[in-house]
């Protein structure tokens, strides 16, 4: 089983001719609403690769959180690890450039309102064999707290730190596989390459670093492990989502399918190409028959 907690939004996507100068207004395109959050993402791409998922999310007690309780359901997923809070449900505003390139500014109310006690409750009944993958969404004490109690208990502790948080580099040794992209990756490791920087976290946390570069592919350091996977040359409508796309199917392929670390990494790089050459969040990711495609070739 893998518990994924973290977050689960309403997004508003709009698109954007030109980003906004401090101070400047720019019209934009009409909103598209979908499902999102990093957790409610991830958690749903890595069900769709055949892995048993359990996602622990907060949301408000308002029309917003019936409506993304009612999204999750379409997409699959089981509604009994929401927790309804007093806090209105977090909703992301994505703008999205011609170029396909995001900028998102999200709220996180909810999601914060999990505490410590409520993070480690989440992970009753697990142990070893199963996994944890938090995102960057919760406080720090509850992030914390749950990667603690998957130590204690035995299960693989995976971190996405996006949004990134000062106390992050403290969690390090609480971390089995860390998944982050190059701008996190300066935040949390410091100036370097990207080779550099993922060899000095896995040092750091003793673990193994996904460090992702976009259309460049990714790099991969660990306790013997020095590897970078090939980018893939797409045309890029929509990089919403890719990240989650790319963390769902890497862990599916890892840790439920058995592959190897560069064929999961691979794979991960395949269906994350699929979804940047598409609109929108939920509607972009690869489909269950998609994923089996691309493991099939892995």
Do not use: C, Y
Not at 57 to 66: C, F, L, M, S, Y
Request: no cysteine; proline share 5%.
């Amino acid at each position: 089983m893998f518990l994924v907690l973290g977050n689960a939004t309403i997004d508003e996507s709009m698109a954007v001719t030109d980003w906004p100068s401090p101070g400047q207004t720019v019209a934009v395109g009409p909103p598209a609403r979908d499902l999102g959050g990093k957790g409610a993402n991830q958690a749903i791409v890595l069900a769709r690769t055949g892995a048993p998922v359990n996602l622990v999310a907060a949301i408000g007690r308002d029309a917003e959180g019936d409506w993304v309780a009612a999204a999750i359901v379409r997409a699959g997923l089981d509604t009994g690890g929401l927790l309804r809070v007093d806090e209105p449900t977090d909703r992301s505003l994505i703008f999205v450039a011609g170029d396909g390139e995001n900028a998102i500014a999200s709220t996180t109310a909810a999601a914060r309102s999990i505490e410590p006690a409520m993070a480690r409750a989440a992970l009753q009944g697990l142990g070893h064999g199963d996994g944890l993958l938090l995102q960057g969404n919760l406080t720090l004490d509850a992030t914390k707290a749950a990667l603690e109690a998957a130590r204690a208990q035995g299960v693989v502790t995976i971190l996405n730190p996006s949004p990134m948080q000062a106390g992050f580099a403290g969690l390090l040794p609480l971390i089995d596989l860390l998944v982050l992209n190059e701008g996190e990756a300066l935040q949390l490791g410091g100036a370097g390459e990207p080779g550099e920087i993922a060899e000095g976290l896995s040092r750091r946390s003793r673990g193994t670093v996904v460090l992702t570069l976009g259309g460049r592919g990714a790099v991969l350091r660990g306790v013997g492990i020095e590897d970078a996977i090939p980018g893939m040359p797409v045309t890029v409508l929509d990089t919403t989502g890719a990240g989650d796309t790319f963390t769902g199917v890497m862990i599916g392929g890892l840790h439920h399918r058995k592959l190897p670390l560069r064929a999961a990494v691979a794979a991960a790089n395949r269906a994350a190409a699929l979804t940047v050459q598409r609109k929108g969040t939920l509607e972009a990711f690869p489909s269950e028959a998609e994923i089996e495609a691309i493991f099939a070739t892995a």
